[in-house]
């Protein structure tokens, strides 16, 4: 990233996306017009409009690769402190504290402070998260961490300092969890660079258990690159240790980052910035054969490539990569396919059926053809994600069928609240 806060040139798509005013066109050339060139606003992300105590730790890691930042934890503020809390969900579940949003702003400033004082002191101790499960679209369930809100407050305060550094770091196909870098701009890039690029097959890769296989160790290294404030890297430490409560028993755990902890999407950024993307980006550019796109969202990747030689050296040696760092390619869900403008035609002269697909985003990836002949990737709501939230809908529906109104002082059926809040309900019985 420049101190604009647009992503570098050299390695950010540059071709013409399916949306051009959206994405980022294709790859190793300037972003698209309008593309990741707005303000970031302040908070969790560093970027154009972060406060100014930030310019400097950005311009020196934008002017020296190799820097290694001594000073960082004065710059969590009582002023980033209260930023963080007020980007906080109001609604958001309590961690094991039982502490809610409202309950802490009672006293809001007074306990800011004090938090300020506690985390500058190294007084601060980070709490263990509250396990919780979320059904995943295959029926299976992902555990989450609830952090306590003083812990998500710090969180969100060091990520935004550590942002000033990485984002100056991080490859222009990373669009995990970073300011400026949605899902629907990944998926774009993607569409873009198999358009735009002479690519024939797909890496379509899927790392098992990320968060919970990440080695610890390693990813304190990888920190050390940067930061040698040892107060920072002791508070990471410190929530990584943490442990969990589930079921009212504390658990501790000797590997992975808490998944949905505030910190944990940088830090798998970190992890697979050094494991990843430095090596696939080195690859590409000095053995290569042909064109090679990556498109990377957390630890979801897609990998697309000219020749068919190229893809399987990278996939044989991402597996052995993967392996000397803890992280395992998924047997089952990581497969190298055909695909792109020339697969149809191809597998057809050979006599075999369509191009397979491959689903990235939650979106299944198609060859098709357009009505004037040409290629293009179409994209449809992959079928299980769609299965689970059309099941939940009708769950939910099942179980309000048979719910009454609840009584309003206004006499309004809920369904009219919002149109007429304040009138009162005509004589006539609204069904």
Same mark, same amino acid.
């Given at each position: 990233?420049?101190?604009?806060?647009?992503?570098?040139?050299?390695?950010?798509?540059?071709?013409?996306?399916?949306?051009?005013? $959206?994405?980022?066109?294709?790859?190793?050339?300037?972003?698209?017009?309008?593309?990741?060139?707005? %303000?970031?606003?302040?908070?969790?992300?560093?970027?154009?409009?972060?406060?100014?105590?930030?310019?400097?730790?950005?311009?020196?890691?934008?002017?020296?690769?190799?820097?290694?930042?001594?000073?960082?934890?004065?710059?969590?503020?009582?002023?980033?402190?209260?930023?963080?809390?007020?980007?906080?969900?109001?609604?958001?579940?309590?961690?094991?504290?039982?502490?809610? #949003?409202?309950? +802490?702003?009672?006293?809001?400033?007074?306990?800011?402070?004090?938090?300020? %004082? *506690?985390?500058?002191?190294?007084? +601060?101790?980070?709490?263990?998260?509250?396990?919780?499960?979320?059904?995943?679209?295959?029926?299976?369930?992902?555990?989450?961490?609830?952090?306590?809100?003083?812990?998500?407050?710090?969180?969100?305060?060091?990520?935004?300092?550590?942002?000033?550094?990485?984002?100056?770091?991080?490859?222009?196909?990373?669009?995990?969890?970073?300011?400026?870098?949605?899902?629907?701009?990944?998926?774009?890039?993607?569409?873009?660079?198999?358009?735009?690029?002479?690519?024939?097959?797909?890496?379509?890769?899927?790392?098992?258990?990320?968060?919970?296989?990440?080695?610890?160790? #390693?990813?304190?290294?990888?920190?050390?690159?940067?930061?040698?404030?040892?107060?920072?890297?002791?508070?990471?430490?410190?929530?990584?240790?943490?442990?969990?409560?589930?079921?009212?028993? #504390?658990?501790?755990?000797?590997?992975?980052?808490?998944?949905?902890?505030?910190?944990?999407?940088?830090?798998?950024?970190? +992890?697979?910035?050094?494991?990843?993307?430095?090596?696939?980006?080195?690859?590409?550019?000095?053995?290569?054969?042909?064109?090679?796109?990556?498109?990377?969202?957390?630890?979801?990747?897609?990998?697309?490539?000219?020749? *068919?030689?190229?893809?399987?050296?990278?996939?044989?040696?991402?597996?052995?990569?993967?392996?000397?760092?803890?992280?395992?390619?998924?047997?089952?869900?990581?497969?190298?396919?055909e695909f792109g403008r020339h697969a149809a035609r191809r597998r057809a002269a050979r006599g075999e059926g369509k191009p397979e697909t491959f689903a990235f985003l939650g979106f299944t990836h198609i060859c098709a053809t357009s009505r004037r002949g040409r290629f293009w990737v179409r994209r449809k709501t992959d079928s299980k994600r769609l299965r689970a939230k059309l099941k939940m809908v009708k769950d939910q529906l099942?179980? *309000?069928?048979?719910?009454?109104?609840?009584?309003?002082?206004?006499? #309004?059926?809920?369904?009219?609240?919002?149109?007429?809040?304040?009138?009162?309900?005509? $004589?006539?019985?609204?069904?």
């Amino acid at each position: 990233m420049n101190g604009h806060g647009q992503s570098d040139g050299p390695v950010v798509p540059a071709n013409l996306p399916n949306k051009a005013a $959206a994405a980022e066109a294709g790859e190793e050339r300037g972003p698209a017009k309008g593309n990741a060139a707005g %303000e970031t606003r302040p908070g969790r992300s560093a970027g154009h409009g972060v406060s100014s105590e930030l310019d400097r730790v950005r311009q020196v890691a934008v002017r020296d690769k190799s820097a290694r930042f001594t000073a960082l934890l004065h710059h969590v503020s009582v002023h980033r402190l209260m930023r963080a809390f007020d980007d906080l969900k109001k609604g958001a579940s309590p961690g094991v504290d039982g502490v809610t #949003w409202h309950a +802490y702003e009672q006293n809001l400033h007074e306990n800011l402070r004090d938090l300020h %004082e *506690r985390v500058q002191s190294g007084r +601060y101790r980070a709490s263990p998260s509250r396990r919780v499960y979320i059904p995943k679209a295959d029926g299976r369930q992902r555990p989450l961490g609830i952090a306590t809100l003083e812990d998500k407050v710090v969180q969100r305060a060091v990520v935004e300092v550590l942002n000033a550094i990485y984002e100056t770091d991080f490859r222009g196909f990373s669009y995990g969890f970073r300011p400026g870098r949605s899902p629907h701009r990944a998926l774009d890039a993607l569409a873009a660079g198999v358009l735009e690029k002479r690519v024939n097959w797909v890496l379509d890769a899927d790392i098992r258990d990320f968060f919970g296989s990440l080695d610890r160790g #390693w990813l304190m290294k990888f920190l050390r690159h940067r930061i040698a404030d040892e107060r920072v890297l002791r508070l990471i430490g410190r929530w990584l240790a943490a442990g969990v409560i589930e079921d009212g028993a #504390w658990t501790a755990t000797e590997q992975g980052s808490p998944q949905g902890a505030s910190v944990s999407p940088l830090l798998a950024n970190v +992890y697979l910035h050094y494991v990843l993307d430095l090596r696939a980006d080195w690859r590409r550019k000095r053995f290569a054969r042909g064109d090679v796109i990556i498109v990377r969202f957390a630890d979801d990747f897609i990998v697309g490539f000219e020749e *068919r030689e190229d893809a399987e050296r990278f996939l044989a040696e991402m597996r052995e990569r993967f392996a000397k760092f803890s992280l395992e390619l998924h047997p089952g869900k990581t497969r190298l396919i055909e695909f792109g403008r020339h697969a149809a035609r191809r597998r057809a002269a050979r006599g075999e059926g369509k191009p397979e697909t491959f689903a990235f985003l939650g979106f299944t990836h198609i060859c098709a053809t357009s009505r004037r002949g040409r290629f293009w990737v179409r994209r449809k709501t992959d079928s299980k994600r769609l299965r689970a939230k059309l099941k939940m809908v009708k769950d939910q529906l099942r179980r *309000r069928a048979t719910s009454p109104f609840p009584n309003r002082d206004d006499g #309004w059926p809920p369904w009219c609240a919002g149109i007429r809040p304040t009138t009162p309900c005509p $004589a006539t019985t609204v069904r």
